[in-house]
T-cell receptor, first 116, second 115 residues
């Protein structure tokens, strides 16, 4: 099966700093990765995704880096704001599963706290 | 509504009681998913519908769990004879096209506590 884990369960940063959230995955066949943000009392919200043919993808204030050699990806948030406080999950669909690639395996999550 | 709507938002059930959790997906969305999220954990896949067809129920933890989407719109997740380990947030998600992970929208979840 797929194991998706995070190195740090909690991260506390000052407003304006950059944040880096890490994620490790176990299945080298995984070819698509998604980062979600989950605020307290809400459902996960899509942030950014990346395919395995890329090693970097940028969005608005967020960047995802993928290192397939060590099976690691990270989410970087620039100029972190209080509104970024949430739990962040990486998720991967089941690889090489034909029609079952809709099944997402989520990591445990990292709680990001932004101090004003 | 504009998003995925779930009800009830909070449910306290006595052990052994049956519960029904409702999901109203975004209008016109073909795909519908149910996930279970235990406290402090990431969501775990339960089941998947494409329109009214339940194409995958491999994540349902036991035969006490049953899901349906009879008209291809609203879905209900039913849990019979609830047990304490069923306490979790049950998340519903929908997507406008078949298996488009990038455009999956999650509801706010139904928080179930079994006492």
């Amino acid at each position: 099966g797929e194991n998706v884990g995070l190195h740090l369960p909690t991260l506390s940063v000052q407003e304006g700093d950059n944040s880096i959230i890490n994620c490790a995955y176990s299945n080298s066949a995984s070819d698509y990765f998604i980062w979600y943000k989950q605020e307290s009392g809400k459902g996960p919200q899509f942030i950014i995704d990346i395919r395995s043919n890329m090693d970097k993808r940028q969005g608005q204030r967020v960047t995802v880096l993928l290192n397939k050699t060590v099976k690691h990806l990270s989410l970087q948030i620039a100029a972190t704001q209080p509104g970024d406080s949430a739990v962040y999950f990486c998720a991967v669909p089941k690889p090489n599963s034909g029609g079952s690639n809709y099944k997402l395996t989520f990591g445990k999550g990292t709680l990001l706290t932004v101090n004003p | 509504g504009a998003g995925v709507s779930q009800s009830p938002r909070y449910k306290v059930a006595k052990r052994g009681q049956d519960v029904a959790l409702r999901c109203d997906p975004i209008s016109g969305h073909v795909s519908l998913f149910w996930y279970q999220q235990a406290l402090g954990q990431g969501p775990e896949f339960l089941t998947y519908f494409q329109n009214e067809a339940q194409l995958d129920k491999s994540g349902l933890p036991s035969d006490r769990f049953f899901a349906e989407r009879p008209e291809g719109s609203v879905s209900t997740l039913k849990i019979q004879r609830t047990q304490q380990e069923d306490s979790a947030v049950y998340l519903c998600a929908s997507s406008p096209r078949d298996r488009r992970l990038r455009t999956i929208y999650f509801g706010e979840g139904s928080w179930l506590t079994v006492v």
